[in-house]
């Protein structure tokens, strides 16, 4: 995961913009965000980026794990939730950005004997 200070570094070294006017522009943008969807709209679309869309949620009830056989019920009340589509754009740099391989955090543990067979433990496809 990437910090804040990281990706304001990152688009400063990209634009050539100072991190100072990248760090304003973040910030304005986190701001007005949440700020058109519960004021003008329902729906703001940020370029190259996606769309953000509050929706309300309906509540329920449900039966308590405990007490089941009391007719105890629960409720979730409703509430507005944010939902993110990312857009064609963003989602066609991450797919392109995937092709090569990532690193993986797994532990790679190598034989003691190279020349002799891979564990059983890592090799998925012979499953005896």
């Known amino acids: 995961m990437i ?3 990281g990706l304001t570094t990152h688009i400063s070294e990209e634009t050539g913009l100072s991190e100072r006017t990248v760090k304003l522009v973040l910030k304005g943008l986190t701001e007005a965000v ?10 703001v679309n940020v370029w190259a980026l996606g769309t953000f869309e ?3 949620w309906k509540g329920r009830t449900y039966p308590k794990t405990k007490g089941v056989g ?5 409720y979730h009340p409703s509430r507005y939730r944010i ?3 990312p857009s064609k754009c963003l989602k066609d740099a991450v ?5 090569c391989p990532l690193p993986s955090k797994s532990v790679h543990r190598p ?16 499953p005896a």
């Open 83 to 85: 939902k993110f589509t």
């Open 111 to 126: 034989n003691s004997d190279p020349s002799g067979p891979p564990d059983k433990a890592h090799n998925s496809h012979n």
């Open 70 to 74: 009391s007719g105890l019920i629960g």
């Open 95 to 99: 797919q392109f950005s995937t092709q």
């Open 3 to 5: 910090s804040s200070k």
């Open 54 to 56: 509050l929706r309300m």
């Open 34 to 43: 949440p700020a058109l969807l519960t004021t003008k709209t329902n729906k």
